[in-house]
């Protein structure tokens, strides 16, 4: 072998390269994150389950409590009941919500999946901002023709985050009642179940993306709020990983002042904008007077104020307060400088 031709050979690098870190558990990627039909917590949490091919109770019980509950652990151990793990009743569908327990519960799955995108999956992103009160369904509802739709197309089957709404009753895809009892067993199915298949009935096993009776809805004047008002939980839902900064309740307290100044000046110029604007005015006087400080209601408030405000929740949260403006003064024809 030549000079030469030794100086060509390949010089190996024996340095070990860098290797990131494992996480604990699968890093599975949520569905929808940024759309209204983003997954909710509770559902990623049973596909986590199914995919490392163990039960819901087994996961939770054998990863997650022992990091969420500390010494209390045992106890939960002894009963085997992944209800224990959130303590009382009203708390098994609020782990979609934005309690202590949710934020424990998505921290613990952060760190064993390093994942950074779950709070999404709840509520978390508006706590302190809306009221979760009455907010959530005490039992699983879910629409059998997605269910239907996604075995047909071989697609992962899951719940959306909006289905775990007390409000929200349709289905806007497929324009027919969300259903809350199982066809098979008649049973109101619990959020969170030791065993619990997606697009199954955690008591009878039945299949859930069947029905006893069809029932279609067909669009009215009626139907108009309340499509309005799923959208807007739904906007929710879809706006929250696309804020650059957490929401305040100050912001919103100082748009919706903007709405209600919008709201006097629109019936300062037509007084028969009151007939429209009087009672939503009153509430939000009110709510803004009487409550300060209090968490304002989605379902009772905020949608409502939107709605007559011609606005989405998306452009409430989204734009500041100069844009929003802008918005609303064209809205009612106002001629007005905020400036």
């Not at 952060?110 to 509520?123: A, H, V, Y």
């Not at 300062?268 to 009672?279: E, S, V």
Request: charged share 20%.
């Amino acid at each position: 072998m030549t000079v030469d031709e030794c100086t060509s050979v390949e010089m190996w690098d024996l340095q070990k390269p860098a290797i990131p870190s494992r996480s604990r558990l699968y890093h599975l990627e949520p569905i929808g994150v940024g759309t209204p039909y983003t997954e909710s917590l509770s559902s990623y949490l049973c596909r986590l389950a199914q995919e490392h091919c163990v039960t819901s109770q087994k996961l939770i019980m054998g990863e997650i409590a022992p990091q969420m509950m500390g010494q209390d652990y045992e106890l939960a151990l002894t009963k085997k009941n992944v209800s224990t793990l959130f303590s009382n009743s009203d708390a098994k569908p609020a782990i979609n919500g934005m309690r202590e327990k949710t934020q424990s519960l998505v921290q613990v799955l952060k760190d064993l999946t390093q994942r950074k995108d779950l709070e999404f999956l709840s509520l978390l992103t508006w706590k302190g901002v809306i009221n979760e009160r009455e907010l959530f369904r005490q039992y699983r509802a879910w629409c059998p023709q997605c269910n239907k739709q996604w075995r047909q197309e071989k697609k992962v089957i899951y719940e959306p985050l909006l289905w775990s709404f007390r409000e929200v009753d349709v289905c806007l895809y497929h324009n027919c009642l969300l259903i809350d009892e199982c066809p098979h067993c008649s049973s109101c199915l619990p959020v969170i179940a030791n065993l619990l298949q997606l697009g199954f009935c955690s008591r009878c096993k039945g299949w859930l993306g069947s029905q006893r009776d069809e029932k279609q809805l067909f669009k009215t004047e009626q139907m108009e709020w309340n499509q309005y008002k799923i959208k807007s939980i739904g906007e929710l839902i879809a706006v929250a990983p696309k804020l650059e900064v957490q929401p305040t309740f100050e912001n919103l307290v100082k748009k919706l002042q903007l709405i209600l100044f919008c709201f006097e000046r629109a019936v300062n110029q037509d007084l028969t904008r009151f007939i429209k604007l009087g009672k939503i005015m009153e509430q939000l006087k009110i709510a803004l007077g009487q409550h300060y400080n209090k968490p304002f209601h989605l379902i009772q408030l905020v949608s409502p104020v939107c709605y007559q405000a011609d606005i989405s929740i998306s452009q409430l949260f989204l734009e500041d307060f100069n844009s929003l403006s802008e918005i609303l003064l064209n809205n009612f024809q106002i001629n007005y400088s905020l400036t």
